[in-house]
DNA sequence: TCATCTTATCGTACATCTACGATAAACGAT
DNA sequence: ATCGTTTATCGTAGATGTACGATAAGATGA
């Protein structure tokens, strides 16, 4: 059990505030999710397969790039019957902007 | 040469936004570089050197870290003498912070 | 010139991401 | 109960990301 010495200011240089944004941003850091994200809030609410339909992608990966979404907050999926109902989440959304909008331009 | 056959939206779902917006949140996708971002705006310029000072990084890894920020536009690098002066890049930063407010909320 | 300082790059190991087909799981309808 | 529909998950292959030490490259100063 090896205790690394870190420099005087290792432990706060990297904030909480530095961890949310790089976690909403790898989010949104790939096309395909750009898209659905728009997508998805342009139809208001959409069932999975809606959105393969539309996408020049196989089911599987769309339902893991849902799934990265999900967990990052940006969008929710209810369930209906044998369907999956997703939507944009808004307040994760505003969150993600209010975040980059206080970034130092 | 195989030509695979595309949905009939496939085309245009995925859209130079979407790309663009990606690439630069992917630049922002890791906290190191998003503290590093800030770190520069708060210090305006900045040596290499006074950044790795400051991240619980390598000099190596930081340099990497700054390489990223630099291909994605949001650093730009002026060699000065033995150093590198580093600064923000306000144009790209603005451009990021456009594209996410434009996502509907 | 030579030593020193600063930064970029190389090589590398390990982790994570991205894509897909195949399959499982959950539901409605017959 | 069985079938068809829809979606999530598994397994996997290949690409990319992340971290580091070592080293190269470039500039300054002795």
Redesign the interface.
Known sequence: MKIPV??P???D???A???E??NL??A????????I???L??AGTCVCGQIV????LAQATVSQHLKVLKEAGFVQGEVDGPRTCYC?D?ET??R??SL??S???
């Open positions: 870190l420099k200011a290792a432990q240089t990297v904030t505030f530095d961890d944004l790089a941003a790898r949104l850091s790939h096309p395909a999710r750009v898209a994200v728009r997508h809030a342009a339909e539309v996408m020049p944009v808004p959304m505003k993600f902007q980059v909008a970034l130092p331009a």
